[in-house]
């Protein structure tokens, strides 16, 4: 979804999505993801300006974010470079879905540079966005795009 209206989203709403994030299983159950939402309207602008996958005028934007540092202490190199980023993903499908559930949409979004909204969101040195996720009111009904199935799905072993 990419195109909202531009409606608020009340608190007590984000608060149920990001309690379903939360809910997402982790390796070892470390959850060390970190969320932070973001309402203000001009904060979201500023957003915007260093996210060009970032699209429409959502009512909120949720920084999913992970704690590195909280990362290498409970699951060493595996829990920073593989089951962080693996989390993040968890935690945010259960936020779409969530959201979808409260009649909103959402898009993921990766494309955005780091650093800048590091610092826009004033994120502690160890901890690193992974996605944002725009929270909106819908203005479309857009139709999934087509998944390719062919080559994809293999039984028992690769080819098979
Ligand atoms: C890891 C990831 C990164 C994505 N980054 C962006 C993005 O930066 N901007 C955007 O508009 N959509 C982004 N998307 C949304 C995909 O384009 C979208 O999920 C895909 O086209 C399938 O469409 P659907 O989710 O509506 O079925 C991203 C999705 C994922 C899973």
Not at 73 to 86: Q, R, Y
Not at 138 to 153: C, F, L, S
Request: glycine letters at 8%; hydrophobic letters at 45%; aromatic letters at 4%.
């Amino acid at each position: 979804m990419r195109r909202f209206k531009s409606l608020p989203i009340e608190r007590a709403v984000l608060e149920r999505i990001i309690e379903a994030a939360t809910w997402a299983p982790s390796g070892g159950n470390a959850q060390t993801w970190r969320f932070v939402i973001v309402t203000e309207p001009a904060r979201i602008a500023k957003l915007k300006t260093v996210s060009p996958g970032l699209l429409g005028d959502p009512g909120a934007v949720v920084s999913v974010c992970q704690d590195l540092a909280d990362a290498r202490a409970k699951g060493s190199t595996l829990g920073e470079t593989l089951l962080a980023p693996c989390d993040a993903a968890m935690a945010a499908q259960n936020l779409l879905l969530a959201a979808y559930a409260e009649g909103l949409g959402t898009c993921t979004v990766a494309s955005f540079t780091h650093r800048a909204v590091a610092r826009l969101l004033k994120l502690p040195a160890d901890v690193e966005p992974v996605l944002l996720v725009s929270v909106g009111t819908p203005d479309e009904t857009p139709k999934a795009p087509p998944r390719n199935r062919e080559g994809i799905v293999h039984w028992e072993v690769y080819g098979g």
